[in-house]
């Protein structure tokens, strides 16, 4: 399949998605959504991925929805922006975190809106150095959407959350991993490099094992200790009968380093 709003390309085990709309710091259209569904569907469905890379390319990540490819209105009658939401938006955040391997978000220049949402639904977030993150949603009346007001609360506590999703105050990638919001900052010529690394490295792992780590870590927030104990007793379950376990034992058995295959 062709793109034009975005790149899909395959490396190693590792699926490389760059959201190319540069003129327009990457800012989602319909197009761009379309794409961005079938790449992630060929990712999902190509058993040869073991890890997903997401960036954009020019000087920005991601600036959210571009305004101009959206109308205000219809006639007398407002856009129904749900509609947007349900179509677009909400699809792409439960597709990036069910993905049964590891993704990895390489945040370069501005991640506004949207575009910020979209980064900190992925598993590890690098950034730049010159990177920022953006509410901007209170700036046009919207409130947070892709997940933010579920994020932020459990990324930063509510205190932190309120201020940004209010005030729409810029975060500098310094600040983002002193709060806890993102893994790693780090100077703006080494990001895809590490963050190409680290995605390597990752798609190396027991994947079913980070897999399953995801699930653990979802379903976290809305259970009691009790609930979770139980979710880990049984995700613990489905990962001990995995080759990749077998192998982890037996290579740290015979001391030598394990060759894991993601099954």
Same mark, same amino acid.
């Given at each position: 399949?062709?793109?034009?709003?975005?790149?899909?390309?395959?490396?190693?085990?590792?699926?490389?998605?760059?959201?190319?709309?540069?003129?327009?710091?990457?800012?989602?259209?319909?197009?761009?959504?379309?794409?961005?569904?079938?790449?992630?569907?060929?990712?999902a469905a190509d058993k040869?991925?073991?890890?997903?890379?997401?960036? @954009? =390319? $020019?000087?920005?990540?991601?600036?959210?929805? /571009?305004?101009?490819?959206? !109308?205000? %209105? &219809?006639?007398?009658?407002?856009?129904?922006?749900g509609h947007s939401i349900?179509?677009?938006?909400?699809?792409?955040?439960?597709?990036?975190?069910?993905?049964?391997?590891?993704?990895?978000?390489?945040?370069?220049?501005?991640?506004? @809106? =949207? $575009?910020?949402?979209?980064?900190?639904?992925? /598993?590890?977030?690098?950034? !730049?150095? %010159? &990177?920022?993150?953006?509410?901007?949603?209170?700036?046009?009346g919207l409130i947070p959407?892709?997940?933010?007001?579920?994020?932020?609360?459990?990324?930063?506590?509510?205190?932190?959350?309120?201020?940004?999703?209010?005030?729409?105050?810029?975060?500098?990638?310094?600040?983002?991993?002193?709060?806890?919001?993102?893994?790693?900052?780090?100077?703006?010529?080494?990001?895809?490099?590490?963050?190409?690394?680290?995605?390597?490295?990752?798609?190396?792992?027991?994947?079913?094992?980070?897999?399953?780590?995801?699930?653990?870590?979802?379903?976290?927030?809305?259970?009691?200790?009790?609930?979770?104990?139980?979710?880990?007793?049984?995700?613990?379950?489905?990962?001990?009968?995995?080759?990749?376990?077998?192998?982890?034992?037996?290579?740290?058995?015979?001391?030598?380093?394990?060759?894991?295959?993601?099954?």
């Amino acid at each position: 399949m062709s793109y034009s709003t975005i790149i899909l390309t395959l490396s190693d085990g590792v699926a490389t998605i760059t959201l190319n709309r540069p003129d327009k710091l990457n800012a989602f259209t319909a197009q761009m959504h379309g794409e961005l569904r079938g790449a992630l569907a060929s990712v999902a469905a190509d058993k040869s991925v073991r890890a997903l890379l997401l960036t @954009g =390319a $020019g000087r920005g990540f991601c600036a959210g929805q /571009d305004l101009a490819d959206r !109308a205000v %209105s &219809a006639g007398d009658e407002p856009v129904d922006l749900g509609h947007s939401i349900e179509t677009n938006y909400n699809p792409l955040v439960r597709t990036l975190r069910a993905l049964e391997i590891p993704v990895v978000a390489a945040v370069n220049g501005v991640a506004a @809106g =949207a $575009g910020a949402n979209l980064a900190l639904a992925c /598993d590890i977030v690098l950034a !730049a150095r %010159s &990177a920022s993150f953006i509410q901007a949603f209170c700036k046009i009346g919207l409130i947070p959407d892709t997940g933010g007001t579920w994020m932020l609360p459990r990324l930063l506590g509510m205190a932190r959350a309120t201020g940004l999703a209010m005030l729409g105050d810029k975060v500098s990638a310094d600040r983002a991993e002193a709060w806890g919001m993102i893994w790693k900052c780090v100077d703006d010529e080494q990001l895809l490099p590490n963050a190409t690394a680290l995605a390597a490295d990752l798609a190396r792992q027991p994947t079913r094992g980070l897999a399953f780590i995801k699930q653990a870590l979802a379903a976290s927030p809305s259970n009691t200790l009790d609930q979770q104990l139980d979710v880990e007793r049984d995700l613990q379950r489905l990962a001990g009968g995995t080759r990749d376990y077998r192998e982890g034992v037996a290579a740290f058995m015979a001391k030598r380093a394990p060759s894991f295959e993601g099954r």
